[in-house]
């Protein structure tokens, strides 16, 4: 079945710490992205890819990085400049070609740093 | 820039109710429009979607109707379940850029919760 997938799905980590949140798709889509969801609130982007080694700020890209290898495959990094890395990570893919652009998810990707 | 508002939640309603979840938009042009649902610890699944004006999308006995005059993407279902208590979310996407580059970002508006009892 053709999918988005991250891993792990629950990631504790000490403060000081770098953590990679892996998110992987075999949809074939050329355009892949990282949302930051806090409880009660909506999504907010990170980053995003519309190409093999090129990605773009999203609103809140700072204390994060990422890197895009492969089509497949767009990794996020959180490092430890950024403040507040508790949260729901959230990865999506989409087409870029004609539209209308809906994004599919992965199942997410819960984060606590103590 | 682009904006999705939606009604504040949470909604609580019990089963059977008519449901109806408000979502506005502010976009220059004609962007697409969506519903999400995300149920509790997992990602966000596409419910439905619209790309053009008067367009009505559909899908698990949930509608919306893409109103371009009053730029309205309102949910609505007839008669609600307890398995449909979940978070909504209303999107847009962007818009083609200049010289046909395409972005693919989504705005979205900001979630409602439903809560359906039995």
């Known amino acids: 079945d053709g999918g988005i997938t991250q891993s792990p799905k629950y990631l504790f980590r000490k403060e000081g710490q770098n953590v990679t949140l892996s998110c992987e798709q075999n949809l074939n889509h050329d355009a892949m992205y990282w949302y930051r969801q806090d409880p009660g609130q909506g999504l907010r982007l990170i980053y995003y890819?519309?190409?093999?080694?090129?990605?773009q700020k999203g609103d809140i890209a700072e204390g994060y990085s990422v890197s895009r290898e492969k089509k497949e495959s767009f990794p996020l990094t959180v490092t430890s400049a950024q403040k507040n890395p508790t949260a729901f990570y959230l990865c999506?893919?989409?087409?870029?070609?004609?539209?209308?652009?809906?994004?599919?998810f992965g199942p997410g990707t819960r984060l606590t740093v103590t | 820039g682009n904006s999705v508002t939606q009604m504040e939640g949470p909604v609580t309603l019990s089963e059977e109710a008519f449901l109806t979840i408000n979502c506005t938009y502010t976009a220059t042009g004609y962007p697409s429009l969506f519903w999400y649902v995300q149920y509790p610890g997992e990602g966000l699944q596409l419910l439905l979607k619209?790309?053009?004006?008067?367009d009505k999308g559909s899908n698990k006995g949930f509608e919306a109707t893409y109103r371009k005059e009053t730029t309205s993407f309102h949910l609505e279902k007839g008669s609600v379940q307890v398995s449909d208590s979940a978070v909504y979310f209303c999107?847009?996407?962007?818009?083609?850029?200049?010289?046909?580059?395409?972005?693919?970002?989504?705005?979205f508006g900001q979630g409602t919760i439903l809560t359906v009892h039995p």
């Open positions: 999107a847009l996407s962007d818009q083609r850029g200049a010289g046909g580059t395409s972005y693919g970002k989504l705005t």
């Open positions: 999506a893919s989409s087409v870029l070609a004609g539209g209308p652009y809906e994004q599919y």
């Open positions: 619209a790309t053009k004006a008067d």
């Open positions: 890819s519309q190409i093999v080694n090129d990605f």
